[in-house]
Nanobody
């Protein structure tokens, strides 16, 4: 079993920044993907960013809506991934979830489908005011 805990959410004005953290514990994998998803009220959960982690180096991917504004990174020594969010917009308001996809899909490959992620955190609220 894998346990994920997110932190770092809050209220910020448009144009501001936040950094989310997600720390994992429990079962470990040699190669896996960690992703960030978000869900706004009345909307489906959507992919934000992913980081495929392996011994030879990590690779990342982003949804078009956040590309150039958000950065996903990992600190493998702390079993933690981060989502640095800059130039935030009111439409970024949502509950943000981190998740683990334990199935290794190949170099530079990740899934943007939430149903393919096995483990999820409880979520952290991000609210961007206009």
């Amino acid at each position: 079993q894998v346990h994920l805990v997110e932190s770092g959410g809050g209220l910020v004005q448009a144009g501001g920044s936040l950094r989310l953290s997600c720390t994992t514990s429990g079962r470990t994998f040699s190669r896996y993907t960690m992703g960030w998803f978000r869900q706004a009220p009345g909307k489906e959960r959507e992919f934000v960013a992913a980081c495929t982690i392996r011994w030879s180096g990590n690779s990342t991917g982003y949804a078009d809506s956040v590309k150039g504004r958000f950065t996903i990174s990992s600190d493998n020594t702390k079993n933690t991934i981060y989502l640095q969010m800059n130039s935030l917009k009111p439409e970024d308001t949502a509950v943000y979830y981190c998740a683990v996809d334990s199935y290794y899909r190949g170099t530079y490959t990740y899934s943007a489908r939430s149903e393919e992620y096995d483990y999820w955190g409880q979520g952290t609220q991000v609210t961007v005011s206009s």
